[in-house]
């Protein structure tokens, strides 16, 4: 249940979070390559063609990703956790492939370089 909610906040998040600019400094608030490949994947979750099917509504719990709607998440997801620094065997040897772990693991590095920015464009 707390994974659920936890994904259905983090893609609230940041979808908001995706839409905050500033005029003053632009480039205080750039964002990454890998953090904007991971924010188009998680808008790619709202296009019909990515839209749960009425299996997938069957088969898994409420506000639970499919596993393919996970797949659709998890090359950005590698790659934003590559891009801070961590090597693919860390991952691999942390997570053992579980889907779930990468999320959440993306999702806080995600946040964090997030809020980097917000904090880099309000000093300024």
Known sequence: MKTKLFYAFLLAGSI??????????????????????FEKSI???????????????????????SERRKDILIPSAIELIKSSGV???????????DKEKILTWAMKIYNAKIDQINKNSKLR
């Open 16 to 37: 908001s979070c995706s839409t905050e600019t500033s005029t003053m400094n632009p480039m205080s608030t750039t964002k990454s390559e890998e953090v904007q490949n």
């Open 43 to 65: 808008k790619s979750l709202f296009r019909p063609e990515n839209a749960e099917t009425p299996e997938e509504i069957r088969t898994h719990k409420p506000m639970e990703l």
């Open 87 to 97: 090597k693919e065997k860390e991952i691999n040897e942390a997570t053992q492939g």
